[in-house]
């Protein structure tokens, strides 16, 4: 299994270049690989970002209604019984979102911008920002103003579109 380098294209003309590792979540990178090649992260935001924390998105519109349609994929970390995801939770590491279900991940992903360590074993790291301009970006997203939307916390006030995710 090897390596495979993707592009998150934002609406700002700006993007975050990743790689993806097979080799410890291989689930993981099969569905999102899937998901971009059928262009379902065309047009949906960052809608969760946390200074010190991460930038989250996959799953929401603009609205900030859901986009259904990506399965639930079983989750590759410790906790749920996959010792072979050793990636660590740290800056510019890419890992999946998921509810308090551990096999719930589907398409939302969040890039780790802080200190994240508490998350190892418990969610499904799968890849890691490549280079210095795509971790400055997603510094940039961190600082961005937040608001509450119905129910929704820290969602951008000026959204943050995934114009597209490309593999390079």
């Known amino acids: 299994m090897k390596n495979t ?9 700006k993007s975050i270049k990743l790689e993806l590792y097979p080799e410890i979540a291989p689930v993981t990178v099969d569905n999102f690989i899937k998901l971009i090649k059928e262009n379902y992260f065309d047009n949906l935001i960052f809608h969760r970002v946390i200074k010190g924390f991460m930038i989250q998105g996959g799953g929401m519109f603009q609205d900030m ?12 970390f410790k906790s749920n019984g996959w010792d072979k995801n050793t990636l660590s939770h ?5 890992s999946m ?11 939302q992903f969040f890039i ?3 200190n994240a360590k508490f998350l190892d ?5 799968f890849g890691k920002v490549i280079d210095e301009e795509s971790l400055q970006v997603v510094a940039d997203i961190e600082k961005v103003e937040t608001t509450s939307v119905n129910y929704y ?3 951008p006030v000026y959204p943050i579109v995934i114009k597209s995710i490309e593999i390079i």
């Open 5 to 13: 380098l993707i592009k998150i294209n934002l609406n700002n003309n």
């Open 97 to 107: 979102a998921r509810t308090m279900v551990k096999d719930s991940a589907s398409s």
């Open 121 to 125: 074993g418990e969610y499904a790291a």
């Open 153 to 155: 916390d820290d969602v």
């Open 65 to 76: 209604s859901e986009k259904k349609g990506a399965s639930e994929i079983v989750g590759e």
């Open 112 to 114: 780790v911008s802080g």
């Open 90 to 94: 740290d800056i510019g590491v890419i």
